[in-house]
């Protein structure tokens, strides 16, 4: 079936520190992958997507690849804020429906 | 323009009470979702609505919960009896219907749902 693993939190870095979340999927063909982010006190949000393999999704500094050969959609940034700090969610659509991992909680200190 | 509202943010109610939760989608938005996410684990999918029509209803969990969506406008999702697995966050999402693969999904804010 369709699945998405991401990686285990909390995550904690220093301001500034490089991040990635790892994010494996398991779907049939090409679904759509996502990551959302979801701030204290707020929604979940669309941070970027990617469509098909080798797409780039980007937003906020923040960039994930869609590898097909390893079936990945890790989420990357350079610098980290402490406005970065929330929870972080790999996803894919598929069937008219998003299949949604865990989430991953990070916390940015100054 | 308005996104999608849930309402209550937060609802604490005693096992084998009943709670209605609601969401009111983006005007104009056919497709509504409703999800849960059970505490640490994923957001799951619930149900999903093309209009006042359930498109796919395989996410529920059990008959002990009913969702509407009477008009084609807001949703209402109801859980009667409440026991205390089904403490969560629940969250409705809305998106056109463009008849295409993909639209965006907006998410709204959530319903914390606390069964004691």
Not at chain 1, 20 to 43: D, H, K, M, R
Not at chain 2, 63 to 80: C, D, H, M, P
Request: aromatic letters at 12%; glycine letters at 10%; proline letters at 4%.
């Amino acid at each position: 079936g369709n699945s998405v693993t991401q990686m285990e939190g909390p995550v904690t870095l220093s301001e500034e520190a490089f991040l990635t979340i790892n994010c494996t999927y398991t779907a049939t063909g090409y679904p759509s992958l996502f990551w959302y982010v979801q701030y204290p006190g707020e929604g979940l949000q669309l941070l970027l997507k990617a469509t098909k393999a080798d797409d780039k999704g980007s937003n906020k500094g923040f960039e994930a690849t869609y590898r097909k050969e390893t079936t990945s959609f890790h989420l990357e940034k350079g610098s980290v804020q402490v406005s970065d700090s929330a929870v972080y969610f790999c996803a894919l659509h598929r069937d008219d429906k998003i299949i949604f991992g865990k989430g991953t909680r990070l916390h940015i200190l100054p | 323009e308005a996104g999608v509202t849930q309402f209550p943010s937060h609802s604490v109610i005693e096992k084998g009470q009943t709670v209605t939760l609601r969401c009111d989608p983006i005007s104009g938005h056919d497709n509504l979702y409703w999800y849960r996410r059970v505490m640490g684990k994923e957001i799951k999918f619930l149900l999903h609505f093309v209009k006042e029509s359930k498109q796919d209803e395989s996410g529920m969990p059990n008959n002990r919960f009913l969702a509407e969506r009477t008009g084609g406008t807001y949703s209402t999702l109801k859980v009667q009896p409440a026991e205390l697995e089904d403490s969560g966050v629940y969250f409705c999402a809305s998106s056109q219907d463009l008849g295409v693969k993909y639209t965006e999904a907006f998410f709204g804010q959530g319903t914390r749902l606390t069964v004691v």
